[in-house]
């Protein structure tokens, strides 16, 4: 199976990268989706050295809808936390620009929001004069592939003791990540087995990242794309890419976190021919992608939502909340979203309905399931 299986389906999610060349937009990305100013954005390559680190609540309707109908005192969303990474160019890997500190930083994601230039404008320096934005991937995947290879030389100059067995499976792995790097193959795409999974983890490689493509266009091509979105439509589709890149437009999403209410927001949105924003574009690729999904706690007081790995069972789910809730568990009274909605948030209804079941530990929780925990405590 594919390392990005295992990703997929053993993964976690700590934080998102925004990565890409310098200059391209990424802080100004970055700001417009944490609505903050914590990082520079300016003309000019390298603006941002050190990474910035903000977090963002994943908007989500489901929860804006039961939070309407149960007219609950407070709503808690999910959070996400972005990072906003500085630009790599060619020669990274060998210290070239910034180097390799911004390689760790990348090291330490768990998915990589690959950034790229698909506007025009003269006025803003690009690093090689033209606009190409599959040129421009390649580059940083380039890097990404030389970084990878770099540190699996270190373990394949290890010393190899025959007796130890984690020892030769990790050099056997690397040897074969190695060859596929050496061809192209991110480490993502290298066949990977069940038992191998744990030790091709540990060697924490950049290029086994899930990656989203995100194009960064002008207001006017937000809604349709433009011929360079094209271009990063068909490399990725030719490179087997799980999704279909995003095309956001970093001025827009700018604009729309000044915006106060929601409102102003759909408006604003609707003059560009757009139903949602560059965020949830974001966001419900990284759901995808991560394997991730959520379920919801409702009550009149508060409605909130909580995230789980696809297949999570209801102790386990439970234990997101708190971990007394995961030792306690007796049941878990689940209603599923649209009967949720169909009964306009009433669980007697629910209940007299025949549509609130009693689960016990083992359910496997379905997205958009509402919870009502029972346990000892
Ligand atoms: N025309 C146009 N300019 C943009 C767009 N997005 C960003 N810019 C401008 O491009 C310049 C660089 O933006 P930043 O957000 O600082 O770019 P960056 O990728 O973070 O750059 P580094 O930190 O140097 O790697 C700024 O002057 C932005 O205003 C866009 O969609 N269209
Ligand atoms: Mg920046």
Known sequence: MKASH????????????IVGLPNIGKSTLFNALTSS???????????TIDPNVGKVFVPDERLDLISDLLKTKSKVGTQLEFVDIAGLVKGASDGEGLGNKFLG???????????????????????????????????????????DLQSLEK?????????????QLKHEIAKRVSEALSSGIPARDVEISENEW??????????????????NVPESDASAGNKYTEMVKEFSSKRGLEIDPVVVSAKIEAELANLESEEMKKEFLQLYDLSSNGLSKVINGAYKLLGLQSYYTASENECRAWTIPVGTKARQ??????????????????IAYVDFVDCKGDEKSAKDRGKQRSEGPNYVVNDGDVMFFKFSG
């Open 6 to 17: 295992f990703i997929k389906t053993r993964g976690s999610c700590k934080s998102v990268g």
């Open 37 to 47: 100013n914590a990082a520079m954005a300016a003309n000019f390559p390298f603006c």
């Open 105 to 147: 930083n990348i090291r330490q994601v768990s998915l990589i929001v690959h950034l790229v230039r698909c506007f025009e404008d003269k006025d803003i320096t690009h690093v090689s004069d033209q606009i190409d934005p599959v040129r421009d991937i390649e580059t940083i995947e380039t890097e990404l592939i030389l970084a």
């Open 155 to 167: 373990v394949l100059s290890e010393k190899k003791k025959q007796s130890n067995p984690e020892i």
């Open 198 to 215: 744990p030790t091709f983890q540990a060697l924490h490689l950049l290029t086994s990242k899930p990656t989203i493509y995100t194009c």
């Open 317 to 334: 789910a439970a234990g997101v909340i708190h971990t007394d809730f995961e030792k306690g568990f007796i049941k878990a009274d689940t």
